[in-house]
């Protein structure tokens, strides 16, 4: 498959773009997150396989919501970690593969991202917490990190 081919510039990229963000959580440090890669680009590269790219690109619609919203508290160590890997992706595939791949590819990542963000935020123990629930308290705690970096 022509995208496994851009496997290790996609972890390249994906690795330096997830070390410049901070981290949120010992869980959210970057060598924490790293082993996950290979594992998260074969689950991608394969749902690409296995399903046809109109199949894929149907479900564009989950591209509407990004990935922040998916965890009121933003402290989801998976935030960074999905929203580099699709800006990698993106960054590496796009001048390599045609559109409508690089469509299919961004989409199944885009879902894969929302599905594994949801389940860890379902086992959360701050999701029923009222700082969970509300977009205000997450845009402050965003805005605290960001003056951290």
Not at 55 to 69: D, E, G, H, I, M
Request: hydrophobic residues 40%.
């Amino acid at each position: 498959m022509q995208l496994e081919g851009l496997r290790p510039a996609i972890k390249k990229e994906w690795e330096a773009l997830l070390r410049a963000e901070p981290a949120p959580s010992p869980l959210g440090n970057p060598d924490t997150l790293l082993y996950l890669m290979d594992e998260t680009l074969a689950q991608v590269f394969r749902s690409l396989s296995e399903n046809s790219l109109d199949s894929v690109l149907k479900k564009t619609s989950a591209l509407l919501v990004p990935l922040q919203r998916h965890c009121g508290c933003g402290l989801n160590p998976l935030l960074n970690y999905y929203a580099t890997g699709e800006l990698a992706l993106h960054l590496v595939a796009a001048k390599r593969v045609p559109q409508p791949m690089l469509d299919a590819l961004l989409t199944s990542f885009h879902l894969l991202a929302q599905q594994e963000i949801d389940t860890l935020c379902s086992v959360c123990l701050n999701r029923s917490s009222p700082a969970c629930q509300s977009p205000t308290v997450h845009a402050a705690h965003r805005a605290r990190r960001a003056k951290s970096a």
